[in-house]
């Protein structure tokens, strides 16, 4: 959300924005600030309170990533209703899940603020992990379903990625409500990721040589197949496959990998070396297991696209990525799922660099009129406007 706030504060408004003290990449709240639960920086537009986000060593361990969503989400509403002054009055409350306890955390600040909730799902919880078996308890589904629905109800409008999240939320909303859900979608900065050259350093300091390399970049989670992927080292020995990222599947992925020597893992990389990431992968692959396309839209797609490289999505059919590469020329859709599918799909690819050329360059060019961060923002401006007192 940070261009959505930067979009925000161009067009006049004043902005405080409650979130976590840097953790994700290693799963553990980063060295620099460490030594306080909460950093509050005052700032010309409004102010940015970081909180601890609780995490937990284990990544796998669902039930203590709920108890800390569940901590960060109740410290965030302490500092929800201080941010610009103790229960003073907003304009509007925009919360973000998952995790999906912080619709509960919006609608606390709301009503204490008296402003409207504007709540914004980015993946659908449950629904993602119960079909990846990542959950599979009645009672822990019976209580997600439950706070969902609650959720959903007690928030005045619900943004989403796609038409197929709309859909699916809307469907789990009394009928009269379903037009309180509005389809934003996802952008990307076209001046931050840019096309460059295949030949990166990070190339050289992975020890990739100078042959063709096909890149996941992202989370290393169960949402995803990456098992497709050591599929296609094992069937490509000649090209070199990069999973570039972290997370609860790395170790269990790493270990299937043992023997492949032409694939290679990493860790993720500082932010201002994206561009190069994205340009070390001559093709990139979106993997995502069956089901999973209708309630998650993996941003990394946008990504790849600014950086002018091909994808080849494992996605179901008819859902917004397949719809995007549809629209842009800029890679191939295959079922989800499928290994020989995405084989073929790659060898087709690797044939022709003249094609996987034409379609990074007309990507690009999608990205740039349709994923723009000032569209995005107008988006929400708008939205914003419709609470506003005539």
């Not at 839209?297 to 549809?326: C, F, G, N």
């Amino acid at each position: 959300m940070t261009r959505i706030v930067d979009e925000l504060i161009t067009l006049g408004h004043a902005v405080h924005v409650v979130t976590a003290l840097p953790w994700y990449r290693r799963h553990a709240v980063e060295s620099e600030w460490v030594g306080s639960w909460v950093h509050v920086e005052k700032t010309s537009w409004g102010s940015v309170t970081r909180a601890h986000p609780f995490p937990g060593d284990d990544r796998a361990n669902l039930l203590r990533r709920a108890a800390g969503f569940l901590a960060f989400s109740m410290l965030a509403v302490i500092h929800g209703l201080r941010a610009g002054g103790w229960f003073r009055k907003a304009d509007a409350v925009i919360a973000m899940s998952p995790p999906l306890t912080l619709g509960l955390t919006g609608w606390i600040v709301a009503k204490m603020r008296r402003a409207p909730l504007i709540f914004n799902i980015q993946d659908v919880f449950p629904d993602a992990a119960i079909d990846t078996g990542a959950i599979s308890n009645p009672l822990v589904i019976g209580a997600a379903r439950r706070l969902e629905q609650i959720s959903y109800r007690a928030a005045d409008a619900v943004t989403v990625l796609s038409d197929d999240l709309r859909d699916n939320v809307a469907a789990k909303m009394p009928a009269a409500r379903g037009e309180f859900v509005h389809v934003i979608p996802n952008f990307v900065d076209t001046t931050v990721i840019v096309p460059t050259d295949r030949a990166t350093d990070y190339r050289t300091e992975l020890g990739l040589g100078s042959g063709p390399v096909v890149l996941y970049a992202g989370n290393v989670g169960f949402s995803q197949s990456l098992e497709l992927v050591l599929t296609a080292a094992s069937a490509l020995p000649e090209v070199m496959f990069l999973i570039n990222g972290d997370g609860a599947a790395r170790s269990t992925l790493e270990t299937k990998a043992l023997g492949l020597k032409n694939v290679r893992f990493a860790g993720y990389i500082e932010a201002d070396r994206l561009s190069e990431l994205l340009a070390t992968g001559d093709i990139h692959v979106v993997p995502l297991k069956a089901g999973l396309g209708r309630v998650s839209v993996p941003s990394k797609t946008y990504s790849i696209l600014a950086a002018a490289r091909p994808v080849v999505a494992a996605i179901d059919e008819a859902t917004a990525v397949p719809r995007i590469l549809e629209s842009a020329s800029a890679g191939i859709s295959i079922p989800p799922d499928d290994a020989e599918a995405l084989v073929a799909a790659l060898r087709l690819l690797l044939a022709d660099p003249d094609r996987c050329a034409q379609m990074g360059a007309s990507g690009r060019r999608w990205v740039e009129t349709h994923a723009s961060p000032m569209a995005v923002g107008l988006a929400y401006d708008r939205l914003l406007g419709q609470f506003r007192a005539p």
